[in-house]
């Protein structure tokens, strides 16, 4: 009975401590452990992506954790892993993860702080702060066709009906010469300045010269700026912004280097 005793303790012991073993590998492949660290790896990476980790997916990732193994140890029997192809690539692979970590580690220590999204935010409102205006143009080669629409317009003509037929401006053109609302700020100068000239619903009374051509501008309407919000806006300027400071970091560090 002691006998009996004496080995089941054994046993349980035994046992006892395999647990650790089995805890730290998800599986043994053809006498191989495959470490749990795999699989908390790939879970991690798909956690940061955004995609929750549920019981069925870990379930997943085991499952694919143990078939990489297989495959793994396919490709070493083969000698893949001693090609001078395979040696090339992991060592790109090993550049690209290597150079990764470190753009994730700057950003990580130079955030874009909200004083900086709100001093942005503040440059942005005024340079577009004040009055949008909604205009129609119709865009000729010629200084004497745009005379002569203007003509027509004063006797009756339909703006969007010319515009459609003769404006050579191929956005605003199919849409009756619509521009939108704008900021007089975001056209060339010389149309700038006709725009802010006339009366809502007026026509310039001769054509407008620019780079691009001879203008016959209408003023529709006149309205103050309407200006996203700020927390709207804040996540797409701190995005934005840090894609800045990434690319300046990247920029002074090749300034830095010495190159021969």
Known sequence: MNK??????????????????????????????????RVDALAAQIAKSG???????????????ITREVFMQEAQKRGLDATDDFKTQLDLARQAILIRELFTDYQKKNPVTDAEVKAEYDKFVAANAGKEYRARHILVPKEEEAKAIITSLKKGGK??????????????????????????????????KALQSLKKGQLTDAPVKSQFGWHVI????????QLPK????KPQITQQMAQQKLAQFQDELRTKAKIE
């Open 4 to 37: 009996q005793i004496a080995s089941a303790c054994a046993a349980a012991l035994l046992a006892l401590a395999a647990l650790p073993v089995q805890a730290q590998n998800v599986a043994i492949v053809n006498g191989k452990p495959v470490p749990t660290s």
């Open 51 to 65: 995609r929750p980790v549920t019981p069925d997916l870990n379930a997943q990732i085991k499952e694919e954790v």
């Open 159 to 192: 703006f969007e009906d010319i515009a459609k037929k003769q404006s050579k401006d191929p956005g605003s053109g199919a849409k009756g010469g619509d521009l939108d609302w704008a900021n007089p700020g975001s056209y060339v100068p010389e149309f700038s």
């Open 218 to 225: 209408r003023l529709d309407d006149v309205r103050e700026a």
């Open 230 to 233: 700020f927390e709207d806006v």
